[in-house]
């Protein structure tokens, strides 16, 4: 479903209206059917973000016919969990692998394999604050982080200060007995840390945003 650009909230629960109500129809909706299942305000409005769905390559639609609405290609879904928020005091409470698969979670949402990019034990995670901003992740945005202690520098990683208590979401790049864990925030500065107290507990897989 993805083509490198987030869709918008409004977006992506149209999608995924159309997809399930040809599940369980075996026909499209009508925008009609999308306004009234969605509770969008108007006709117009589904329409634009239609069109938007369109240019984007989600779907295919026929104008001059009703209910010519195709999906494009076939999608695949999988549902991970919502593991909570980055924040100071406790590490990001990522299951084992002894566990993944019996640990209840509060919160799980619906996510394509593009998204997760084959990847197994994928998480989500609610950003909290603004230190990666310019990279397009905000205050309480979404992120799908892949379980793993391994990565590459530049890589965006959610990370363990063992010593300050306390999880960030930074860039991270080795710099010999240090590790440098970089901001996309022009008014932040770097946090140098030792690496023994680094430890890594997912990298960014893809950015969902607030809305999803």
């Known amino acids: 479903m ?3 650009k987030s869709l918008s909230s ?7 209206f159309i997809r399930e109500f040809i599940r369980d129809h075996d026909y499209p909706p009508s925008i009609r059917d999308i306004q009234d299942g969605c509770n969008i305000s108007s006709t117009s409005v589904v329409d634009y973000n239609l069109k938007a ?21 076939r999608v695949r879904m999988r549902t991970v969990p919502v593991v909570g928020q980055i924040a100071a005091g406790q590490p990001i409470p990522v299951p084992s692998t002894d566990t993944w698969g019996a640990q209840d979670f509060e919160d799980e949402i619906e996510v394509t394999d593009q998204m997760t990019k084959g990847k197994e034990n994928v998480f989500a995670l609610r ?8 990279a397009l992740v905000n205050d309480g945005d979404l992120v799908l982080m892949e379980q793993t ?10 990370v363990w200060l ?8 930074k860039k991270i790049y080795n710099e010999g007995n ?5 901001p996309a925030n ?6 140098y840390v030792d690496a023994k107290e680094v430890e890594v507990q997912g990298k960014v897989l893809y950015r969902l945003g607030p809305g999803f």
Do not use: C, F, N
């Not at 950003?127 to 310019?134: A, E, F, L, P, W």
């Not at 240090?178 to 970089?182: F, H, M, P």
């Not at 022009?186 to 946090?191: C, K, L, S």
């Open 10 to 16: 409004k977006q992506q629960a149209i999608y995924r």
């Open 186 to 191: 022009a008014t932040m500065d770097p946090i």
């Open 162 to 169: 063992k010593d300050r208590e306390e999880t960030t979401l």
């Open 53 to 73: 769905l369109e240019r984007l390559g989600h779907i295919r639609r026929d104008r001059e016919v009703s209910r010519a609405i195709e999906l494009v290609g």
């Open 178 to 182: 240090r590790i440098r864990l970089q």
């Open 2 to 4: 993805t083509t490198g």
């Open 127 to 134: 950003v909290k604050g603004t230190s990666m901003i310019d």
């Open 149 to 158: 202690s391994a990565w590459d520098d530049g890589d965006m990683v959610a």
